[in-house]
């Protein structure tokens, strides 16, 4: 009746970050006989064909012949900046006033640089920001960004602790809405193996 094996899963990196602050400490520590191989891809893999129990993914990422569960509730991304890159400059009001501003950019899992989207009041705005500094991981981004390197734009949930402290300063809140969140997802023509069932419990009793 305990759960015991191997149980793998793929997750985007910023995910396994997420999941590495509570949820995989309590689950090794409820499930001792449980070896979670959790591999962190930037892009998207097909977990049956790759040999996965599961994947965790957006919404809108989640393959439409796959069962979906959500947790962790609603997300967003999120524009910040230190007090010390702040000061001495007007904040943006606007996705527009962007480009007066240093930002740190990123690059898609393609390679292609990541243009910063934005919404309010229906109006949606698509900005290729500028910036000496490029970066592919969203941990770096947020570093860079406690740094004074410039603006970032993030996922809330990973800059969470530093805007906490007041370390970082969230910025055009209003242009950043909240989108469906995180959903593990499995094959629904399989049998669900036990382990799988217990890293669900733990993801609902966290959520």
Known sequence: EQPVGVLRITASDTVAMLLMRSIVPTFLASYPQITLDLVAEASFVDIVAEGYDAGIRLGEAVPRDM????????????????PAYLRGRNPPVTPYELAAHCCVRSRTP?????????????????????????LNRTELMVEAALKGLGI??????????????????????EWCPEYPGLFLFYPGHRHVPLVLRAFIDILKAHA
């Open 152 to 173: 970032s734009f993030v996922p809330a949930r990973i800059a969470e602790p530093s805007l906490r402290e007041g370390a970082l300063i969230p910025l055009l809140e």
């Open 110 to 134: 393609a390679g292609r640089p990541y243009r910063w989207e934005f919404e309010r009041y229906g109006e949606a705005v698509a900005v290729d920001v500028s910036g000496p500094l490029m």
């Open 67 to 82: 069962i979906a569960v959500r947790f962790g509730g609603p997300s967003r991304m999120l524009a910040v900046a230190s």
